[in-house]
């Protein structure tokens, strides 16, 4: 990572006027900014940092908090209010794919017309345009109309176009991968490729997860300011913590795993890995509905998953959480360093065991998620599948009883 800043802000400020209803915009034209029509909607004030060549800078921050207006600034798609704003290099944008795209265009005029916005000389048109189209998939369809595209089809075909620019930076709005199957697979392997090869990426996400996975440094929004700009886990952790004291997640029901619980003879896609079977117990009674009691119950969730035999094996991660959403802990094959085998089929099933749970009461739920080697794409996942409710001798209070010990350090004297 060099030194070089290739964003730079300074007191960046975005004001958008918002009137009532149109007849004061009218007014508004008409007095020539004698009298005020319309309110002041700061969507960013005063915002200043700056982003190295090479770094990787996580974007977080609630809903309306400016996120996507500082993304859009940053494109050149939107213009500041006051403040200075510095870009060197040229820009690829993963925020609405396919946005300038001309429904009556064939996919091939809309591949030399976007690449030419982007800023792609002729001959660099010509000399990506085959990988464009080869790596899009739409190969058979390129000659036709973008409106008789499919969604799918669409978004493979800007994705690609977006990517092909070989960026110097790289804005991501949220998503790390787009489309289904193989591409969503292609696609994250691209733009992790593309932040290996030295872009320089803004990443705005919803996943502190991902933030703290493959972020430099993030900055925290909080209503149009900067509310911290740090290293991700602080970030992260600083973030997690206001979100938590002012909205706590409520999750209703259990979302079931995508793909029916019970072994499949149908191969799995090309590109893709699917979760096949989740069985959990607790000291061998079997289901979904657990009871458990605190520091006694031995839990073992098995899960048997398919995937594609030419992808790297995937990995298995386990969340619990509380019935309100607050995470209690995580376990993942990758971070504690066991590798998933497979049949020559991409078949295989891994086990993990929580011996006397020591879990205190109340009710949790338990996710599966069946991730790339590198934990960052997710091909399948049962979110919130198990669902213990833990009851307990003692009094204790809190979520989990942590191994402890009690030395009397008094000296042995009398009490009185």
Not at 9 to 16: D, I, S, T, V
Not at 286 to 293: K, P
Not at 322 to 335: E, M, P, R, W, Y
Request: hydrophobic share 40%.
């Amino acid at each position: 990572m060099s030194s070089d800043p290739v964003i730079r802000l300074e007191n960046l400020g975005k004001c958008y006027h918002v009137y009532e209803n149109p007849r004061d915009r009218l007014l508004q034209m008409l007095t020539r900014g004698r009298k005020q029509y319309f309110r002041e909607f700061w969507a960013l004030r005063d915002v200043s940092l700056t982003v190295r060549k090479g770094e990787c800078l996580g974007v977080v921050g609630r809903n309306g908090a400016g996120k996507s207006t500082l993304m859009q600034l940053v494109c050149g798609t939107l213009n500041p209010t006051n403040g200075a704003l510095e870009v060197q290099g040229r820009v690829a944008a993963l925020l609405e794919l396919g946005a300038g795209f001309n429904p009556e265009f064939s996919g091939r005029e809309n591949v030399l017309l976007s690449a030419a916005v982007t800023g792609l000389s002729q001959e660099e048109i010509e000399a990506r345009y085959e990988d464009i189209v080869e790596f899009s998939g739409v190969r058979d369809f390129i000659e036709q109309p973008v409106k008789t595209y499919s969604s799918g089809m669409y978004v493979r075909l800007a994705f690609s176009i977006a990517t092909s620019v070989d960026p110097d930076i790289l804005v991501i709005d949220e998503a790390l991968s787009v489309g289904d199957g193989e591409f969503a697979r292609k696609s994250f392997d691209r733009i992790m490729g593309l932040r290996e090869k030295g872009a320089t990426v803004l990443f705005c996400s919803h996943s502190m997860y991902h933030i703290e996975a493959i972020c430099n440094r993030a900055v925290w929004l909080e209503r149009g300011r900067v509310a911290m700009l740090d290293e991700p886990a602080r970030v992260v952790t600083a973030f997690s913590t206001a979100l938590a004291a002012t909205s706590p997640p409520v999750f209703t029901g259990a979302v079931p795993v995508t793909h029916a619980a019970k072994e499949q003879s149908i191969a799995v896609a090309r590109g893709t890995a699917r979760i096949e079977r989740i069985e959990a117990s607790a000291d061998g009674a079997v289901g979904r509905l657990l009871a458990v009691r605190s520091g006694e119950t031995n839990i073992t969730i098995h899960v048997a998953f398919s995937s594609d035999p030419n992808l790297p094996p995937p990995a298995v991660a386990i969340g619990i959480h509380t019935k309100s959403g607050h995470a209690v802990t995580s376990a993942g094959t990758t971070a504690d360093g066991v590798v998933l085998h497979r049949g020559v089929d991409g078949r295989g099933q891994v086990e993990i065991a929580y011996p006397r749970i020591p879990l205190l009461k109340g009710e949790y739920t338990i996710s599966v998620f069946l991730t790339c080697e590198r934990i960052l794409h997710v091909y399948d996942y049962a979110e919130r599948y198990i669902e213990l409710t833990v009851s307990q001798p003692g009094l204790e209070q809190g979520v989990v009883a942590l191994p402890h010990s009690w030395r009397d350090t008094s000296g042995g004297g009398e009490s009185a």
